[in-house]
């Protein structure tokens, strides 16, 4: 038998659990390696001014390969989904941005157990939102974990772990594609290296650990009495959700296109306006504001919005900040 014979790894039959556009990628790829003979996702909601009960992309994804499909309600004392799961042979569970909580129960099904893909080097950002909160938090670097699920939140041991810098110009949605490609690729080499035996568990250091929570709707609410470049980072972070919100005389208003400039103001004031946009203190430094979108309209280059609203110079936005929650 040669060498690339006997270090050939078992087709492994994989169940995949995902839900967005995002697990895509990663089921493309352990599809185009592995035999995938369950796909479990979230179940069918309700999207749209019709409300129309619309698939989350990787069940209508599996439904158009014909793949198995099981959209549960709930995991926690389903024996029926657990029989479904034990009755497709998987030896392997991969998860990637499934969305809910998997019960012990569920994960001592398959053999090999749950390789969950996170969008972050654990033990930093462990939780819902990791990709979000790197870039409010003004990271240089994020990168894909592929970790052993357990019953904690992203608390299991680490399989493989790569980084990835963060371009300066890279929002949320950015972000989120260049580490869906990341986690496609590492998780192949990851399966591949669990049918050989190759694929070592490395525990979490708890203590180094940081969390990333679900964002709201308030993340979003600009921080004049921030820094310029902590503005931005959050605007980056929200950019898929919820957006950067900021207010007028109580107002809301969409901001797009943040940059940091030089500027000194009262947090908040308009120092100019001109065809490049507003320009808008902060504590320290000013932001370049490109659009602006009132509610119920369309976004609009920010002279525009400025002009018809009666906004210049010395016009100051409502400064807000989380303690008035």
């Known amino acids: ?11 492994l039959k994989v169940a995949f659990f995902g839900s967005p ?68 042979g998987a030896d392997v569970a991969v998860t990637c941005a499934y969305g809910k909580i ?59 772990q790569e980084p990835l810098p ?7 949605l950015e972000l989120s594609d260049a580490l869906a490609g990341q986690a496609a690729r590492l998780i192949v080499t990851a399966l591949e290296r669990l049918g050989r035996g190759d694929l070592p568990p490395t525990p979490q250091d708890d203590a180094a650990a940081t969390h990333a929570p679900m964002l709201v709707k ?39 296109g943040l940059a940091v400039e030089e500027g000194e103001g009262p947090p908040g004031e308009v120092l100019a306006v001109d065809e490049t946009g507003l320009l808008v203190a902060c504590a ?3 932001v370049r504001v490109q659009t602006v979108q009132p509610e119920t309209r369309r976004a609009q280059p920010a002279q525009v919005w400025a002009a018809a609203a009666g906004v210049g110079a010395g016009t100051r936005f409502d400064v807000w900040g989380p303690e008035q929650l």
């Not at 038998?1 to 087709?11: E, G, K, L, V």
């Open 1 to 11: 038998m040669s060498d690339a014979s006997s270090q050939a790894a078992p087709r």
């Open 21 to 88: 556009a995002f697990a895509l990628p990663v089921l493309e790829a352990i599809r185009s390696q592995f035999e995938i003979v369950l796909v479990v996702a979230q179940p069918d909601k309700p999207v749209g001014r019709g409300l129309k009960l619309t698939p989350p992309p990787v069940a209508a994804r599996a439904a158009e390969l014909g793949l198995p499909l099981a959209q549960p309600v709930k995991l926690r004392r389903n024996a029926d989904f657990e029989a479904v799961l034990r009755d497709s």
């Open 102 to 160: 998997l019960p012990a129960s569920v994960l001592e099904i398959p053999r090999y157990g749950f390789l969950n893909t996170h969008t972050s080097l654990l033990p930093k950002y462990r939780g819902a939102a990791p990709i979000q909160w790197a870039l409010i938090n003004g990271e240089r670097v994020t990168g894909t974990t592929i970790m052993q699920t357990d019953p904690g939140m992203d608390t299991g041991p680490i399989l493989l």
């Open 166 to 172: 963060i371009a300066p110009q890279w929002t949320s």
């Open 218 to 256: 308030e993340d979003g609410f600009v921080r004049w009495t921030d820094s310029a470049q902590a503005v931005v980072n959050r605007h980056r972070g929200v950019a898929a959700w919820p957006q950067t919100t900021a207010f007028l005389g109580g107002a809301r208003l969409k901001l797009g």
């Open 284 to 286: 320290g430094g000013a």
